[in-house]
């Protein structure tokens, strides 16, 4: 009898412990910086951004795919934590498909996405937008080497300014500031224009051949 009780005891105290047991996974969104890569490849990072190719604003939203989750007027003229919070919600819909540099720059996909769950504007706030981004620098200037190698997949203001520069070689940047393909390839013309490794990377040897350097043949 008393072997029953003690069985009986670990067998409630067992229930109650799963009851305690959260039943569903936590959620959460992309982090800052992904928002802040997906930006700067879709737009420079400009919220104001519209350059007559039906897209606009920091995201490059279409006007139906702005529509679709609940934006009004055109994104570019909308406020950035309105861009921000529009954003949050496309990806909770459709994850990130419906950006092209998402798939550029190998941005992961996590539970939130497609969760079909609207955001609120509290949950966007974390996303950093802040507005117009400062000008670009002169590129015939040489501004101070950033101390940081970039690589592949990197977004940042220093490679805005180096991909600048390089216009001033033929290569039509539009300054998004994202190292992708063409980045790359300027990086190694310019690395085998020096007699620099051409590994790829843009450290300090190649940054200082874009204003010092032979330019790329």
Known sequence: MVGSIRRMAVLVAAVFALQLVPTTSAVADPPANSWAKLRMCESGGRYETNTGNGYYGAYQFDLP??????????PDQAAPAEQDYRALYLYRMRGWQPWECATKLGLKADADA????????????????????????????KPPW????????????????????????????TGTGCYLDKTRQAVLDLQRANGIKDSGLLGPKTWDAAWEGKPPR
């Open 65 to 74: 795919t702005w529509r679709s989750v609940g934006g009004a007027g055109r």
């Open 114 to 141: 497609r969760s079909k769950r609207k955001p609120t504007y509290a949950e966007s706030a974390y996303m950093g937008g802040s507005g117009t981004p400062p000008p670009a620098p002169d590129p015939n200037v």
């Open 146 to 173: 950033p101390g940081v190698v970039y690589d592949y997949g990197d977004c940042a203001e220093p490679l805005k300014t180096f991909q600048l520069r390089m216009n001033n070689f033929g290569y039509g940047f």
